[in-house]
């Protein structure tokens, strides 16, 4: 059997097709040759695993590799420090390449630990045992914990963790692992330590030994390229290799999860579908923009896991909320609490020291959910619901149709509301009024950088044709014909003669319509609300 695209669990190379990640492994070592402690703290399914492992081959030359997975520890091996370390010294006893690698009278005392036959054991023991075999070995020691964070809620694994501290502060004097890496969602650096069991939290975090983490873990367009050249070499579907890649980040940012998401739906559901028969017609544009449909319409275990979060934390859905739709610039501040936890959970990134969303799909999720909210209760939405059919002739989505109904509606709705209040939400009324046109064959996303208070411009994919529909308010002429250049402009950008406008005017004398201007070559459909 070849090798197929994988989501779920960890990467191997001789069986799954893979970006190639030795340039990372490289960085990485580096930091272990200094003899750095440090936590690779990345959101859910960001290749944490994956890249473990793959780090564990490669220094296996130079250094003995102790790689451990927490979520293979129960709730019991962290109720007393007796049964941690019990459980710690099982799991590196089992682990096989580790077996000629322990000096005898280390695996003899590791041994002993993990029978429990020895009574009154505890961390300061452990590490002794520790430093004896650092003393002995062979290649020096890394250790290597993955879902570091499953165990940050337990004492045990702070005071665990409190010893690294003391054993990397001690290691000119008694001998110590060369590097610790941790791995996880939550960064264990800014845990805060419970000096006894009723004492409460104090700034000392255990882990403040930690050098900073800066490898680049997202996929690089040219890094998808590479893997997807691999799999063009096994199947011969003609598709462009660096367009496609250039497509796929565009649409992820370089989350590897959804990067190989992606890939597996275009080689696996895509193809073979009535409108793509073979690999060859799914590793197209169209095949892709299908494929991001499938994408936004499964429950998979990213998707969920990020509107938990949202739910856990309240503060979280205001940010995103600001950014979607208000048009709002939000700082870029790591002390900001919300913030901190939204990059944390890959919500969002850094650009510009300004936030924005981590990557075009996770908006679509986002508008999807927060909009989903509203449906029910919204007039916009229910006067799309009632007239989705006549939109839609032979397949084509007719999107001046759309624009001269949704003036139609938004005037007799909203009319008497004040102007500042639809500068708030008329855009996002508009995109009330077309989900339900769109759904279930379409997609929308909002292009980062026009989204201001000013200006959005949205992106309609629909059965392999694209629309670009500039919504803005009405600033006056001169601001109005700024407008038009720059949507001709992105007009070019997608190769389109046609592009839209909805301007929200909210002067006393306005009048509602929908006229076609000739600009150059191109033609704009504009709606005045």
């Known amino acids: 059997m070849g090798k197929i695209f994988n989501t779920s669990g960890d990467c ?30 990345r959101a859910r399914q960001y290749g944490k695993t994956t890249t473990l492992k793959a780090l564990g081959w490669y220094l296996r030359e130079d250094y003995v590799v102790v790689s451990l997975d927490f ?9 007393t420090e007796n049964c941690f370390v019990k459980a710690l010294a099982r799991e590196i006893k089992r682990k096989p390449l580790l077996k000629n690698e322990l000096p005898h009278e280390t695996a003899g005392v590791l041994g002993t630990f993990a029978c429990g036959k020895m009574q009154g054991m505890g961390l300061a023991e452990l590490f002794e045992c520790f430093s004896e075999w650092c003393q002995e070995s062979a290649k020096p020691v890394v250790f290597m914990i ?23 502060l001690e290691r000119d004097e008694i001998p110590a692992f060369q590097s610790v890496i941790l791995a996880g969602v939550c960064d264990v650096k800014n845990l805060k330590r419970k000096l006894r069991p009723n004492d409460s939290q104090r700034g000392n975090s255990p882990w403040n030994i930690a050098a900073d983490f800066l490898v680049d873990m997202s996929f690089s367009a040219a890094d ?17 290799v660096e367009e496609m890649a250039g497509l796929i980040y565009e649409y992820t940012s370089g989350y590897p999860f ?34 991001v449909k499938i994408l936004l319409e499964e429950r998979n275990t990213l998707f969920e896991s990020l509107i938990h979060k949202l739910e856990d934390y309240p503060e ?19 002390l900001n609490k919300s913030i901190e936890t939204a990059e944390m959970f890959g919500f969002i990134r ?18 999807d959910y927060f909009l989903s909210k509203e449906l029910l209760a919204n007039q916009a939405y229910d006067a799309g619901l009632v007239e989705k059919n006549r939109f839609i002739t032979g397949g084509h989505l007719n999107m001046r149709l759309v624009l001269e109904r949704f003036v139609v509606h938004f005037n007799d709705l909203y009319k008497d509301q004040d102007g500042h209040f639809l500068e708030e939400a008329g855009r996002r009324y508009f995109l009330l009024y077309l989900k339900p046109i769109i759904n279930g064959t379409g997609n929308y996303y909002i292009e980062a950088e026009t989204r201001n208070r000013e200006r959005t411009d949205v992106v309609v994919d629909y059965r392999g044709e694209q629309f670009v529909i500039e919504m803005k308010i009405w600033r006056g002429n001169a601001y109005h014909t700024r407008g038009e250049k720059q949507l001709t402009d992105y007009l070019d950008y997608y190769h389109l003669k046609k592009g839209y406008m909805v301007s929200f005017c909210f002067h006393q004398k306005k009048e509602p319509k929908v006229e076609e201007i000739l600009l150059g070559d191109k033609v704009l459909v504009e709606a005045v609300v």
């Open 12 to 41: 191997r190379p001789t069986l799954h097709y893979m970006v190639n990640i030795e340039n990372r492994l490289a960085e990485i070592k580096e930091m272990v040759d200094r003899g750095d402690y440090f936590t690779i703290n």
């Open 71 to 79: 979520q293979r520890l129960s709730h019991q091996d962290f109720e």
């Open 146 to 168: 993955d879902e570091a964070d499953s165990a940050t809620n337990n004492q045990v694994f702070l005071d665990f963790l409190a010893q690294i501290r003391g054993a990397y």
């Open 224 to 240: 998808i390229a590479g893997m997807l050249g691999e799999y063009e070499a096994d199947f011969c579907t003609g598709m462009d």
């Open 258 to 291: 959804l990067v190989s998401r992606i890939c597996k739906l275009m080689d696996e559901r895509v193809a073979g579908q009535e409108d793509y028969p073979d690999k060859s017609r799914a590793w197209t544009r169209e095949g892709l923009l299908e494929a």
């Open 316 to 334: 979280l859905g205001t940010v995103l909320y600001q950014i979607l739709f208000t048009g709002k610039t939000v700082p870029y501040s790591p």
């Open 350 to 367: 850094n650009v510009g020291k300004n936030v924005v969303i981590a990557s075009r799909v996770f908006e679509m999720v986002l508008y």
